[in-house]
């Protein structure tokens, strides 16, 4: 079963094609043009090079956060698109499992950090287990001084992973036990291969249930002088 | 590829906070239009929320689109283009329907088309009305714009005149939120207007005999202060002076414009075209000068994805499609194709 993975959550752009012999052709974006005029060259890209038909995918997998709202919505919107054009299903992986996955066989505690701007971050923890990793705290969005003091507390060997964990790299260092690595942003090649794992147990969702994760309720604040235009 | 009256395109529109998807045949034949609306979600907050915007547009998109596949009765497979609007708008509400648009034209196989959300505006008439003739002249007026626009052909436009600061809707929002009228404020000014008296108060005439440019901010203010400075006063009876002063201008000028320019009509476009008094005055006016007045339908004057199909099928013919490597223009002007290459 070939899958189509698109992802976008954060400043990087990625598209991979795979399936059960793993990704087959990818395009990763780690800083470029904005997302939404490079998703759909990549796709085409990424069918041209596997010498994929899109009429061949049978699955649509898609990063659904959290991450930067305009970016990940770009990449939701044309993950949902195509997935009812060709009329197959999707599944939704969060961006915080992505970034955990290249880290999976660690035995330390394993925290993927997302850039949220305003100073803030989101995260979970994952943990290795016999046959797999689990995830030992849900998502969540909080200062990086919330995440530090979350972590001393625990005392564990941690691993932080992610452009959030780049950016606040001198409150992390500070916190025992705890060493701040690579990869800066999730992989739609991990996104494929996660995905994969999912077809096999046929863990599908339709187009129409794909909930984008944000953790964060719209900045409301408005007044008169900075009303948008109605076009 | 050929386009002709056999086309059928499917329209997209996310600009600003409707969720439409409509499928047009041959540039002019609506087969299906679906608007979903969210007024609601944004009158709690008085105007519209960009990012409530932009998560409601993701929500709704697959279901709007499926829905006027659905209702017109095809099957996908007859397809011939997408058009979508890429601008002007909110940013993060054009990127949806942009990669949703273009990610159904990847799919689908067929052209991708980006369309201008005003030039859509202008199309809106052609789609209830086939046989009109060139030279007319558009007024087109939102919440967003206040704009005459010569139309002497399909893709050939003449800016007349435009607004120097605040859109005519703009003026009717912020005034029927001071009164505490309701929200959105053009239907709510409309409506509280049919109680008032038109001529209780001489609110300024901005520029009525200064070129075919509008103003509308110190009509605004002078609003503002007269509540302020008259606290009893009825808000039906500012609100229908306030209409009035907003119509008459509008109307002089349209009626300006298409005498200078020779047009064989007038028509009207934008939300607030669905104003009734400006409807019947545009109407009498040109009764009066013995042009057409085209006045499409309340559905077809607001934001709708027909008219975006409509354009798309003449922009489709004249130009071609638009590359997949296309994204938003959150401020195109009317007159700027090229940024849609
Ligand atoms: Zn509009």
């Not at chain 2, 199909?309 to 009317?334: K, Q």
Request: negative net charge; proline residues 5%; glycine residues 10%.
């Amino acid at each position: 079963m070939l899958i189509l993975g698109i992802e976008s959550a954060t400043e990087s752009v990625g598209v991979a094609l795979g399936g059960h012999d793993g990704v087959i052709a990818a395009v990763e974006i780690a800083r470029g043009r904005r997302h939404a005029e490079s998703i759909v060259p990549a796709v085409q890209f990424v069918c041209r090079q596997a010498d994929v038909d899109l009429a061949e995918v049978g699955v649509v997998a898609v990063d659904i956060g959290p991450g930067l709202f305009t970016g990940m919505r770009v990449g939701i919107a044309t993950a949902k698109a195509l997935a009812m054009a060709l009329r197959v299903p999707m599944i939704g992986i969060t961006s915080l499992d992505l970034l955990a996955f290249p880290a999976r066989h660690s035995d330390r505690v394993v925290v993927p950090v997302i850039d949220a701007r305003k100073g803030e971050v989101f995260w979970a923890m994952y943990r290795h287990v016999p046959g797999g990793v689990q995830q030992v705290m849900a998502p969540t969005v909080g200062s990086v001084e919330d995440l530090a003091a979350d972590l001393m507390a625990r005392g564990q060997e941690s691993l932080c992973l992610g452009d959030g964990a780049e950016r606040h790299r001198e409150v992390l260092a500070d916190v025992h036990h705890c060493e701040v690595a690579g990869p800066r942003h999730p992989s739609a090649g991990a996104l494929v291969e996660l995905a994969h794992a999912r077809a096999v147990r046929e863990e599908f969702v339709d187009h129409h249930e794909i909930a984008p994760v944000y953790l964060r309720v719209p900045d409301a604040q408005i007044n008169w002088s900075t009303r948008q235009v109605r076009p | 590829m050929t386009v002709d009256e056999h086309t059928l395109v499917l329209g997209v529109e996310t600009s600003c906070d409707e969720t439409a998807a409509a499928l047009v045949l041959g540039g002019d034949d609506v087969i299906s239009s679906v608007v979903s609306s969210q007024i609601d979600l944004h009158a709690e907050f008085g105007g519209v929320v960009p990012e409530v915007a932009s998560r409601a547009h993701l929500e709704s998109l697959n279901p709007v689109v499926a829905r006027a596949i659905v209702e017109g009765g095809i099957d996908p497979s007859r397809i011939d283009a997408v058009a979508c609007t890429i601008g002007p708008g909110l940013i993060g509400a054009l990127l949806v329907g942009v990669s949703a648009a273009k990610a159904l034209a990847l799919a689908w196989d067929v052209p991708f088309v980006g369309v201008n959300h005003l030039e859509a505006h202008l199309y809106a008439a052609f789609l209830e009305d086939t046989n009109l003739q060139f030279p007319l002249v558009v007024l087109l007026v939102s919440g967003g714009h206040t704009m005459l626009v010569e139309m002497r052909d399909h893709g050939d436009y003449r800016l007349l005149g435009r607004t120097i600061d605040d859109a005519a809707g703009e003026a009717f929002d912020k005034v029927a939120r001071f009164l505490d009228l309701g929200y959105p404020g053009g239907p709510a000014i409309d409506r509280a207007s049919d109680a008032g008296d038109p001529d209780a108060i001489r609110f300024p005439r901005a520029m009525m005999d200064d070129g075919l440019d509008f103003s509308f901010s110190g009509l605004k203010t002078s609003v503002l202060n007269y509540v302020r400075r008259e606290p009893d006063v009825a808000s039906v009876d500012v609100a229908a002076s306030l209409q009035q002063a907003v119509i008459d201008v509008l109307v002089h000028k349209a009626r300006r414009a298409a005498h200078e320019v020779g047009a064989t009509g007038i028509v009207l476009g934008g939300g607030v075209a669905a104003n009734r008094l400006l409807r019947a005055e545009i109407a009498a006016a040109c009764a009066a000068d013995g042009i057409g007045a085209f006045l499409p339908s309340r559905e077809m004057c607001t934001d709708n994805a027909a008219m975006i199909a409509a354009a798309g099928w003449h922009r489709l013919r004249a130009v071609g499609p638009s590359p997949l490597d296309i994204g938003a223009f959150p401020t195109m002007p009317l007159l700027d194709q090229a940024l849609i290459r």
